[in-house]
């Protein structure tokens, strides 16, 4: 989080020029919403594990999304379809019609399509593999003596359903550097991953309602996004009109063909300017906010349901009893449930659907980026007193704003989800 905000802030006051080139711009713009990849904004815990005098880690409980994957079916045909615009960028270019400065063409044109990419749709990339895969190593690194040795009853892995989560999570293990730890099987009915799957008022009031959606596509009529429509289509400089549709489907050629492991940004994204990737990621913050965030009510109380766990299981590592790591692999939708349940991220007003706030809090670049993760480390202490704390860790950093300095006393981490244990589906029943 640290590295976005400075980022950001560097960025902020570099001069404007008239010709903006892609292939060199000492700052460009890495924040994708959802599909941001994690090296862009991730810390590491291996400088940033909290540590504290007199003090023992115990127990970590993770819940972690899954990492890079490639599009879904319905996403991956637009992008398909959406290829053909290249040849119409190279045309208008040799007019002399496309504004695109020579070196953005040739990286374009050079650029050769995965078809991978498409006939598999969902599933995880090797880049993905190797993100989940880089959180166990450093986790393994950070918290050496507690991770060193682990018998069956001293861990429990599960990924929700999905290849992609599976496969995420076997990196996660791979990382941690044990051969023979055991993943769960997903569960096939109620799961604390994904309690919205069998919540049927949230399937039919939020994710099934076209109303969630309407704030994002509202903003699609706003001023902001409007004149970014008009600056591609001008940039270009091309006859072919590009819809909304094939905004998003060059938009995602941009996100889903950008290494973060290899810091190298895919040519697609030499089509817009830095302000028009800021206006583009905001139609998916809308969309995370209604959908799974503080816009809608129930999202908070699914939040709680998953946050219970983690209750019981500091709860049992206290009394003898618990595991030394619960890790979960997750959809970015849990995450933000999650994020939404501890109040975290919250802004003081609702976003607005016509006017952008830059410094808003609720940013699906931090939260919902490929392997985002938030990470729980019980510590045992020599103290009469508060003799166990809890650290929070946000994608690899201590999550300072839920407690002081980022420690919990075990007083306030337990009046903080104790409440969760009275929250229950039967909400999801009610009409």
């Known amino acids: 989080m640290k590295l976005l905000l400075t980022v950001l802030a560097i960025c902020s006051i570099q001069t404007v020029s008239s010709t903006f080139c892609f292939w060199n711009t000492g700052c460009p713009y890495k924040y994708f919403s959802n599909k941001t990849p994690y090296n862009s904004v991730r810390g590491d815990i291996r400088d940033s594990v909290v540590k504290l005098t007199g003090c023992e880690p115990v127990s970590i409980w993770g819940l972690i999304r899954h990492g890079q994957r490639n599009p879904g079916t319905e996403f991956g045909k637009h992008m398909k379809e959406a290829l053909v615009i290249k040849e119409h960028v190279e045309a208008s270019y040799n007019k002399g019609n496309c504004s695109l400065c020579a070196q953005d063409v040739e990286n374009l044109l050079n650029w050769q399509v995965n078809m991978e990419m498409f006939d598999k749709p969902f599933q995880l990339t090797k880049e993905g593999y190797q993100e989940s895969e880089g959180i166990g190593r450093r986790f393994k690194q950070a918290f050496p003596k507690l991770l060193e040795k682990l018998d069956q009853h001293d861990y429990l892995f599960r990924p929700a359903q999905g290849a992609w989560m599976a496969d995420s999570a076997k990196g996660f293990v791979k990382g941690l550097g044990n051969k ?124 709680q349901i998953t946050l219970t766990d983690l209750l019981k299981s500091f709860k049992d590592a206290k009394s003898g009893k618990g595991k030394k790591i619960t890790s979960y692999v997750t959809h970015a939708t849990m995450m933000d449930m999650v994020y939404t349940a501890l109040q975290l991220f919250k802004d003081d007003e609702p976003l607005s659907t016509s006017q952008r706030k830059a410094d808003r809090k609720w940013r699906s670049s931090k939260l919902a980026v490929f392997s985002s993760n938030l990470m729980a480390v019980l510590n045992k202490c020599d103290k009469a007193v508060d003799d166990y704390n809890v650290v929070f860790y946000f994608n690899e950093e201590p999550l300072q704003s839920i407690c002081r300095e980022g420690v919990c006393t075990w007083q306030e981490f337990e009046d903080k989800l104790s409440p969760f244990t009275e929250t229950n589906t039967e909400f999801c029943h009610n009409e």
Do not use: M
């Not at 091309?238 to 940004?265: P, Q, V």
């Not at 206006?279 to 913050?285: G, P, W």
């Open 180 to 303: 023979d730890l055991t993943i769960q099987p997903p569960k096939t009915n109620f799961d604390i991953l994904s309690p919205y799957d069998t919540c049927k008022k949230y399937i039919t009031d939020v994710k099934g309602n076209p109303e969630t959606y309407a704030p994002s596509v509202r903003y699609l009529s706003s001023s902001e996004y409007l004149a970014s429509k008009d600056r591609i289509q001008r940039r270009l400089g091309i006859n072919y009109i590009l819809t909304d549709t094939n905004i998003t489907a060059l938009y995602d050629l941009c996100r889903y063909t950008t290494s973060g492991l290899e810091n190298k940004l895919s040519p697609w994204c030499a089509l817009f300017t830095t302000q028009d990737l800021k206006v583009l990621e905001y139609i998916a913050d809308l969309r995370h906010y209604y959908k799974s965030g503080y816009g809608t009510p129930i999202n908070e109380l699914l939040g």
